[in-house]
């Protein structure tokens, strides 16, 4: 199939999945005024957030992928997540309740928090030269441990109700009430969408390596840290929202490449719309799978990008070798 | 006749460490240097610096009269363009779209793909001969056909000068002769000036014109090729003791490391 048909199928499927997904669950009352306020303060929202959350994500999820040149490396498993956490741990921590210019003051802690675990990564990656997949996702998980405990340490000094807030929201979940967390996050990810859409060929050549892409006139070092900077951003302002939602970064632009190839002109468009229909998928699932009890859609996707991440790395194992 | 490439007293040191130290050269249009040397050398890093990679300390290099710490990595890309050793990465594009990408430099997100581009690019297969596989992926092709492939994208640059890191290491014998002739072709009929790191001293010598000998960051001489295959050089930049023949068929010099006693 050429890559223009795919394309339009998978932006033909999340139309639908959009349009269809807001109206399933659960439903106790016939009054169709409660229903329309269900349906127009929850639902909406809440799949508009998750489609928002999931198509930021995958996008950063790709990024990272062809930037370290390597299948498992995210947001996630790089621990950039982990900082963005922690950050937003702080925040809750300390009881802080600021905004900088109308930006929630959690979102500029979690940003913060990735920026911080990225320039580990990064200068980690960079100060050894010819640093093996194998040593970098070490290097990932060491610093989403090293993140982790500092979580549990501030959850362990803070009070019951912070600590519960705390564990509700490292869970990943989506209840929101209403537009505003919905106009919180859409400039953020749009923004790095926008920059990632504008990048795709560097994105190209990266995949090829860092010399070839010198070579063949790329700014390597500029490009990268522009996008280390939006991811962290993007990162940032969807883990502040819906806590470290795990593994769609990682699953999404696989899924991706594997229907559309890996040229990013395409790849890139279609983790975008792909990452946002898939979320919203697992929110439905999250949403129904136990009724009347929801549980958080972070549960969900991680059960499912548990095995995906093993059976990648068998994958990827026996290719390398 | 100007000069292309004016490399003057270049120094690069990293951490303290002297990488490449005073190392002069000048090339014109048409060229074809050989770097030549022991691991550790510097031939890499004399590859990095000219690519923009590395920052030389102290030195300067001019590319056709522009300084190349004035120029940008598009325009850089513009002049120069590389070939790097065969090593087996994994590389998801076809052929196609590989070549294409050697474009990259005149082109900005919204442009379009001209005539001119594509006249580069068919060129650059032509010259190449890639055809028979460019709707393939890159991660199938042989040894060979890779480094054809990263030669067709580098032409596809469409840049006067041309440095190639050990392009043929890694082949096997037959490839080692097919891709050393398409660099010979390169320079001779379409006058593409050639940096080429080797470790082929019999290669480096017939082929190339000129020779650029490094040892331990310095230059250990540089000259003509004809007067590279003497016991005294090899042996000063290598340690080791060579003999030579006459190739049967040619009846060119041939360096052969002699056997210790």
Same mark, same amino acid.
């Given at each position: 199939?050429? %890559?223009?048909?795919?394309?339009?199928?998978?932006?033909?499927?999340?139309?639908?999945?959009?349009?269809?997904?807001?109206?399933?669950?659960?439903?106790?009352?016939?009054?169709?005024?409660?229903?329309?306020?269900?349906? /127009?303060?929850?639902?909406?929202?809440?799949?508009?957030?998750?489609?928002?959350?999931?198509?930021?994500?995958?996008?950063?999820?790709?990024?990272?992928?062809?930037?370290?040149?390597?299948?498992?490396?995210?947001?996630?498993?790089?621990?950039?997540?982990?900082?963005?956490?922690?950050?937003? *741990? $702080?925040?809750?921590?300390?009881?802080?309740?600021?905004?900088?210019?109308?930006?929630?003051?959690?979102?500029?802690?979690?940003?913060?928090?990735?920026?911080?675990?990225?320039?580990?990564?990064?200068?980690?990656?960079?100060?050894?030269?010819? +640093?093996?997949?194998?040593?970098?996702?070490?290097?990932?998980?060491?610093?989403?441990?090293?993140?982790?405990?500092?979580?549990?340490? #501030?959850?362990?000094?803070?009070?019951?109700?912070?600590?519960?807030?705390?564990?509700?929201?490292?869970?990943?979940? $989506?209840?929101?009430?209403?537009?505003?967390?919905?106009?919180?996050?859409?400039? +953020?990810?749009? $923004?790095?969408?926008?920059?990632?859409?504008?990048?795709?060929?560097?994105?190209?050549?990266?995949?090829?390596?860092?010399?070839?892409?010198?070579?063949?006139?790329?700014?390597?070092?500029?490009?990268?840290?522009?996008?280390?900077?939006?991811?962290?951003?993007?990162?940032?302002?969807?883990?502040?929202?819906?806590?470290?939602?795990? +593994?769609?970064?990682?699953?999404?632009?696989?899924?991706?490449?594997?229907?559309?190839?890996?040229?990013?002109?395409?790849?890139?468009?279609?983790?975008?719309?792909?990452?946002?229909?898939?979320?919203?998928?697992?929110?439905?699932?999250?949403?129904?799978?136990?009724?009347?009890?929801?549980?958080?859609?972070?549960?969900?996707? *991680?059960?499912?990008?548990?095995?995906?991440?093993?059976?990648?790395?068998?994958?990827?194992?026996?290719?390398? #070798? | 006749?100007?000069?292309?490439?004016?490399?003057?007293?270049?120094?690069?040191?990293?951490?303290?460490?002297?990488?490449?130290?005073?190392?002069?050269?000048?090339?014109?249009?048409?060229?074809?240097?050989?770097?030549?040397?022991?691991?550790?050398?510097?031939?890499?890093?004399?590859?990095?610096?000219?690519?923009?990679?590395?920052?030389?300390?102290?030195?300067?290099?001019?590319?056709?009269?522009?300084?190349?710490?004035?120029?940008?990595?598009?325009?850089?890309?513009?002049?120069?363009?590389?070939?790097?050793?065969?090593? =087996?990465?994994?590389?998801?594009?076809?052929?196609?779209?590989?070549?294409?990408?050697?474009?990259?430099?005149?082109?900005?997100?919204?442009?379009?793909?001209?005539?001119?581009?594509?006249?580069?690019?068919?060129?650059?297969?032509?010259? #190449?001969?890639?055809?028979?596989?460019?709707?393939?992926?890159?991660?199938?092709?042989?040894?060979?056909?890779?480094?054809?492939?990263?030669?067709?994208?580098?032409?596809?640059?469409? #840049?006067?000068?041309?440095?190639?890191?050990? %392009?043929?290491?890694?082949?096997?014998?037959?490839?080692?002769?097919?891709?050393?002739?398409?660099?010979?072709?390169?320079?001779?009929?379409?006058?593409?000036?050639?940096?080429?790191?080797?470790?082929?001293?019999?290669?480096? =010598?017939?082929?190339?014109?000129?020779?650029?000998?490094?040892?331990?960051?310095?230059?250990?001489?540089?000259?003509?090729?004809?007067?590279?295959?003497?016991?005294?050089?090899?042996?000063?930049?290598?340690?080791?003791? +060579?003999?030579? *023949?006459?190739?049967?068929?040619?009846? /060119?010099?041939?360096?052969?490391?002699?056997?210790?006693?």
């Amino acid at each position: 199939m050429k %890559p223009v048909t795919t394309l339009i199928l998978i932006t033909l499927v999340t139309f639908v999945i959009l349009i269809i997904s807001p109206y399933f669950g659960l439903s106790t009352t016939t009054d169709p005024d409660i229903q329309h306020y269900i349906l /127009a303060q929850i639902r909406i929202p809440r799949v508009l957030i998750a489609f928002i959350a999931g198509s930021g994500l995958a996008l950063c999820g790709m990024v990272f992928q062809a930037m370290f040149n390597n299948p498992l490396a995210t947001p996630f498993t790089l621990g950039v997540a982990s900082g963005a956490s922690l950050g937003a *741990t $702080l925040y809750v921590y300390l009881g802080l309740s600021l905004s900088f210019l109308g930006v929630d003051g959690s979102t500029v802690a979690a940003f913060s928090g990735a920026l911080i675990a990225i320039s580990f990564v990064y200068s980690i990656s960079h100060f050894r030269k010819g +640093f093996s997949s194998e040593t970098l996702l070490l290097t990932g998980v060491a610093i989403s441990f090293f993140f982790s405990s500092l979580i549990l340490f #501030t959850q362990y000094l803070s009070n019951v109700t912070d600590s519960f807030r705390i564990l509700r929201w490292l869970m990943g979940g $989506l209840s929101i009430v209403g537009y505003h967390d919905v106009i919180q996050l859409l400039p +953020f990810v749009s $923004l790095c969408a926008a920059i990632i859409l504008w990048l795709t060929r560097e994105l190209n050549l990266l995949m090829a390596g860092d010399d070839i892409a010198l070579s063949r006139g790329v700014a390597v070092q500029q490009v990268r840290y522009l996008l280390f900077f939006v991811t962290s951003l993007c990162v940032g302002a969807i883990v502040a929202l819906c806590g470290p939602i795990g +593994f769609v970064g990682m699953m999404v632009p696989h899924i991706c490449r594997l229907l559309i190839g890996s040229d990013h002109r395409w790849l890139a468009p279609a983790t975008l719309l792909f990452g946002g229909g898939f979320l919203v998928l697992c929110d439905v699932i999250a949403r129904l799978i136990i009724a009347p009890t929801e549980i958080p859609v972070g549960v969900i996707t *991680t059960l499912l990008g548990g095995p995906f991440f093993l059976w990648l790395l068998i994958k990827y194992k026996a290719q390398s #070798t | 006749m100007t000069k292309l490439l004016d490399v003057s007293d270049i120094t690069v040191k990293v951490d303290d460490k002297i990488l490449l130290s005073d190392t002069s050269f000048q090339l014109q249009q048409g060229d074809y240097l050989c770097v030549l040397g022991p691991n550790g050398a510097g031939k890499s890093t004399l590859l990095k610096t000219l690519m923009g990679i590395i920052k030389p300390t102290a030195g300067t290099i001019f590319l056709n009269q522009q300084s190349l710490s004035q120029l940008s990595q598009k325009h850089l890309a513009q002049q120069l363009s590389y070939v790097p050793q065969a090593h =087996g990465r994994q590389l998801h594009f076809t052929v196609a779209d590989f070549i294409k990408m050697g474009r990259y430099a005149y082109h900005t997100a919204f442009s379009d793909w001209l005539a001119e581009d594509q006249h580069a690019m068919d060129q650059a297969i032509s010259i #190449t001969d890639t055809e028979p596989f460019l709707h393939r992926q890159m991660n199938t092709l042989s040894g060979g056909e890779v480094q054809r492939v990263m030669i067709a994208a580098a032409l596809c640059q469409q #840049t006067p000068l041309l440095l190639l890191d050990e %392009p043929t290491s890694f082949l096997d014998p037959h490839h080692q002769v097919e891709v050393h002739q398409l660099i010979r072709q390169l320079n001779e009929q379409h006058n593409i000036t050639i940096i080429e790191v080797s470790h082929d001293l019999n290669h480096a =010598g017939q082929h190339s014109k000129h020779i650029l000998a490094l040892k331990q960051g310095k230059t250990l001489w540089y000259g003509d090729s004809s007067d590279l295959l003497q016991a005294s050089h090899l042996h000063d930049l290598y340690g080791q003791q +060579f003999v030579f *023949t006459n190739h049967p068929q040619t009846g /060119a010099v041939v360096a052969l490391p002699s056997e210790s006693p």
